[in-house]
């Protein structure tokens, strides 16, 4: 069964650090596209950070230089390395998982609320 499940949220004082974790169960995160999401209040879900099968990041302008996306295949984890934390990072922060090939399948998990405030 395909499973994605976020951990690693909490509150954190404005420029402070999180990590984030994405454990995944039925897939091999190696040969999948894995992306971190954010939705706050009142706004669109928009991606923070990807990286491709082949390693490759990408990442929202707004957390550049601040956020590190990463993958430990050992593990089958995807990791967000969330530093200098600011209140307009706070989010419900989504995994996700694109299927690159076949029926280009997208996966989500459950979310995990990222809190920044003094």
């Known amino acids: 069964q395909l499973q994605l499940v976020e951990s690693g949220g909490g509150l954190v004082q404005p420029g402070g650090s999180l990590r984030l974790s994405c454990a995944a169960s039925?897939?091999?995160?190696?040969?999948?596209?894995m992306g971190w999401y954010r939705q706050a209040p009142g706004k669109q879900r928009e991606l923070v950070a990807g990286i491709s099968s082949g390693g490759n990041t990408n990442y929202a302008d707004s957390v550049k230089g601040r956020f590190t996306i990463s993958r430990d295949s050992a593990k089958n984890t995807v990791s967000l390395q969330m530093n200098s934390l600011k209140p307009e990072d706070t989010a419900v922060y989504y995994c996700?998982?694109?299927?690159?090939?076949?029926?280009?399948?997208?996966?989500w998990g459950q979310g995990t609320q990222v809190t920044v405030s003094s």
């Open positions: 996700k998982a694109k299927k690159m090939w076949g029926t280009m399948d997208d996966y």
């Open positions: 039925g897939i091999i995160v190696s040969i999948y596209a």
